[in-house]
């Protein structure tokens, strides 16, 4: 089975504001981009990589992938959904892991973990447990959320390339912020498979300094 990681890194970063678009800012003198497709690339089940890229930040975009082995950027959309939906259409078939350029860092047992699982379902997505007690409520507490069977859910997520295309196809697009969701509405089977602390999205600007000192902790 072929696998192609989509990496889509076609966003503003707009709850993080600046000039630049988050995914190209440097962490350890690297755009954030450049480790994701990294760390796809050098996985030995990775047969390829695509990168989905905003319209307007090609420049960008090739500067932080330079020498890298990724084809043509394709163009994403205005919601992530359509940037994922762009990328499905340059892949035919095998697998296929979607990725945030926001998340820099994918340990390689993470990818192990997804290929294994694929065997068994349509799809499989890293997850972590909840470790703060949860409630609803805003000025005031509500009331309490049992945060036993509720899941943290991170990217990179694993697909047979037509369960994805056919399930964005029954649910539509939408606004749903990862392919897990379209899964399950369309009534597709995604296994679970153990996440890790290194995949935390980069949102807002205390995520850099987390990312910066994973980096001088030399786990990456
Ligand atoms: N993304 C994308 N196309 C979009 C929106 C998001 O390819 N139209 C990508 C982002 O580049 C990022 C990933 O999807 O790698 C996760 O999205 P998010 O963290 O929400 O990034 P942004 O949408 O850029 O940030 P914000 O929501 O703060 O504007
Ligand atoms: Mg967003």
Redesign the pocket.
């Known amino acids: 089975m072929s696998v192609t990681a989509l ?10 504001g600046g000039d630049i ?3 190209y800012l440097p962490i350890g003198g690297k755009p ?2 450049r480790w ?1 497709v990294e760390a796809l690339a050098g996985h030995p089940s990775i047969d390829a990589v695509r990168v ?3 319209a307007g930040q090609q420049d960008l975009a090739s500067a932080a992938l330079h020498g890298m082995n990724v084809g043509d950027p394709i163009e ?9 939906l762009n990328g499905l259409e340059a892949i035919s078939e095998g697998a296929v892991l979607v ?5 820099p860092f994918c340990p390689p047992e993470v990818v192990d973990r997804l290929i294994a699982a694929l065997d068994k379902a349509d799809g499989a997505v890293p997850v972590l447990a909840v470790a703060d007690t949860l409630a609803q409520g805003a000025a005031f507490l509500d009331s309490p959320v049992d945060r036993k069977r509720l899941l943290r859910v991170q ?1 990179p997520q694993a697909f047979h390339v037509e369960d994805l295309i056919y399930a964005y196809e029954e649910a539509g697009r939408s606004a749903a ?1 990862d392919e897990s969701t379209v899964m399950l509405a369309a009534g597709l089977k995604v296994a679970t498979v153990e996440g890790d602390p290194m995949l935390e ?3 807002t600007p205390g995520d850099w300094a987390r990312a910066e000192a994973i980096l001088s902790s030399r786990l990456v």
């Open positions: 990496i889509v890194a076609a966003g503003k970063g707009e709850r993080l678009p988050k995914q954030a981009l994701a989905v890229v905003g994403g959309g205005p919601e992530r959904s359509d940037s994922v990725h945030d350029a926001a998340r990217t912020t999205k980069l949102t």
